[in-house]
Structures are given as structure tokens and as C-alpha cells.
């Protein structure tokens, strides 16, 4: 893994491990510190780690070099500062902290835009990864995803500065923040996932139409999201909501036979770099994060038409969005490809399938939790407490994880390549 991918993984496991401290200091006391978690979240943890994988695994699929690789660590920079000013700023309620971060942020957009097209207009120094013409049929598209997903983060935090300086309506900040979840991230990971999966599971997937489909299902769902939120328009939101949900089924469908799990039981298959298919560890974390997808965006349907529910319930429609279908997705994705990445196998291996079962199970806690507080349950905020405790727990045994990956001792690398 290069230094700039590097840079930007270890940042999201900082946002990451910071988040959870604030999640549990809100679970304890109250929600006054919700936006600051959902920011460290969305543009700390989960952004960083899309910055890492795009700028590992795109020089590779196209066979070409970043011509100017030090724009790389620029943009972390940029980013990881903007980062943490916006985070800061909304923890003291600091709006020029806020503002400058929201700054640096935009201008850390448009840095990740320039990186990205000029590595594909620069000569190509080697072959492409090899695929076969229905693969290269699922690249295309795929890349039309990730295009827009670049997109929809620019304009996105265009419309969350614009509405910080009262340029626009205060209905336009949600419009902008499913612009970032439904666009930015979900866009994003379909495209990663398609050109990806396929690659390294050994498995092709089914035909390219059904992402044909599930794009431009996805494409006038977004639209329909942003505008329905932006002009108060609830009938269509809950259309685009819905279209959204059918385009995530299309791409599932689609991906089912490039996950399929190893059927031979091996003695110690989460420390080992092969086989290529993709084991039950990340499996399980696809599954919980669908269903949680699945819980998050049904919420968001049932608001459009009981806006009462959504300020009620708003916490279970952010928790099972960000916490359950974000996080544990790249939880799996990162115990499948960082070992990849880094050629090596995954260290403290031995915590990884109960690092898992915690936060699957951490999120179902949290939104019981948040349930029982509407319901005046009396032992429902100890129940929250509780799970974001878990949820705290699960990510600091990720992180070590990770950490080990990456700083694995020589001895221990030599060993993996011998066997």
C-alpha cells in the first residue's frame, strides 16, 4: 500500500476511534453532540476510507501512475485538517472553526477530482488488470458511478456551505447530507465493489444489465431524494427512497455469485492471504450491512409521511445508515482487501470473527435503545449506553486489527510468504 493510501487509512481509524467517543458521550447525556459524531463519521471514518481504496486500486485497474503523486498527500492533508476543524467546531460551537473545515473539505473535493483524472489521462505504464468482455462491460458502468459519486461530494458540501452563509433554504442541509450517504458513499461502494469483487473473489457476476438497471434506478432516485427534500416535496422523497432500495436489490443481485464463501473448512482462514474467494467473516458483515440498509432507508420512507415519527425516530434512521450499513460493510470489506493490499496476512486475526459479532450487534443495542427511549422504557438509555459501549469496543478491535496489518513485524511476513 503506497504512503498517501496509508496516510489516508490510518486518519479514518483516528475519526473512527474518536467518533465512538463521542457517540458514547451523546447515548449517555443526551443529542448535543449528534452532528459532530455524523461528521467525523461521514467525512472522517467512512470518506478517508473511500480516499485509501480509490487511490490504491485505481492505478492498478488502469495500469497507469499518478504523475504527480505529492497533489496525494496535499489532498490528505487538506482533507484531514478540514476534518478536524468542522469536527472541533461543532463539538465548541465554533462557526469559523465549522466554516474553515467546511472549506478545506470542499477544497479536499475538488483535489480527489483532480487526482483521479489526471492519473486516467496520463500514459499507461502496463497492462490493465486483465477481465473478461462482460467484466469490462461491469467497469464501465462502474466507473459511471464513481464519477457521480465524486459529484454528489462536491456538490453536496456546495450546498452545506451555501446554506452556512444563508444562501439557501434550511430544507437544502438534508437534501445535501442524503446527497452525501445515498450519493457519495453508496455510489462510491457500488462502483468500488463491482470492479473489485468480481476481480478478487475468482467469481464472475451475473449479467451487466441488472447494474445497468440498478444505476439508473439509483441515478433518478437521488435526484428524486435531494429535489423532494429540497422543495419539501414528502411523495417525492418516499418515490426516490423507494427507487433507491430497488437499485440496492439490483447490485446485490448482481454481486451475489462474486461473494461466493470458500465450501472447504480451512484450519486458519482469516490469517491467510489465499484463497481469493471471499470468506464468511466478510459475508457476515454484507448481510448485516444490507439489513441494516434495508432498516435505515425503510425508516426514511415511513418520515416522508409521519414527520412526528422522523423527529422521533431520526436516531434509528442515522444509526443503522452510518453505524450499521457503513461501518460494518467496511469492516468486511477492509478484513477482505487490507491483507490484499498490503501482502501480508491479517494481523490479531484470532479477534476478528468477535469483533464482528460486537458490532452487529452493537447497532441492533443502539436503535432497541433509541426505541425504548420514545417508548419511555425505563432501562432504555442504559441499553443505549450499553451498546454504544460495544460499538466502542468493536472499533478500537478493528483498529488494532488494522494497526497490526499494516505494522506487521518482517519475521511474521517472511513466514506468511513461505507457507
Known sequence: MARHSKLFWLSGLAALLLATLVHLALTAAGPQRWDAWVHLLLYGWISCSIFAVNYHTTPVFSGRNFPKPAWLELHWLVWSLGVVLASSGLVWYSQLSYRLGLGLEWLGSWLFMANILQLLRSPKLR????????????DRLSTLATKTSGASLLLALSLIL???????????????????????????????????????SGQAPRNPGWLRVGLGLHHVGLLSIVLGLGFDLPALFALGASLVLCALCCCVWLLIPALATVTAKQANQLSIVQ?????????WCIRAAVFYLAVGIGFGISFAFDRALGAQLRPIHVESNLAGFATILIY????????????????????????????????????????????????ARWLLVFGASLHGLAALLFSLSMLATIYQPAQVRRLAHKS
Not at 462510491?188 to 470492479?195: K, Q, R, T
Not at 491483507?339 to 476478528?352: D, I, K, S, Y
Not at 460486537?358 to 426505541?371: F, H, K, M, P, R
Open 127 to 138: 497492462p490493465s488488470m486483465p477481465a473478461s468482455p462482460q467484466q469490462q462491460q461491469i
Open 275 to 283: 484463497p481469493r474467494r471471499i470468506g464468511p467473516l466478510t459475508m
Open 332 to 379: 468486511g470489506m477492509a478484513y477482505f482487501m487490507l491483507p490484499r493490499f498490503m501482502g501480508r496476512p491479517l494481523g490479531l486475526a484470532g479477534v476478528a470473527n468477535w469483533q464482528v459479532v460486537l458490532a452487529i450487534s452493537a447497532v441492533l443495542l443502539i436503535d432497541l435503545g433509541w426505541a425504548g427511549l420514545v417508548a419511555g422504557v425505563a432501562l
Open 162 to 200: 451555501a446554506r452556512e452563509f444563508g444562501l439557501i433554504h434550511a430544507r437544502w442541509l438534508l437534501s445535501a447530507e442524503h446527497l452525501l450517504t445515498l450519493g457519495w458513499m453508496m455510489l462510491m461502494i457500488i462502483g468500488v465493489g463491482c470492479h473489485v469483487l468480481p476481480r478478487w
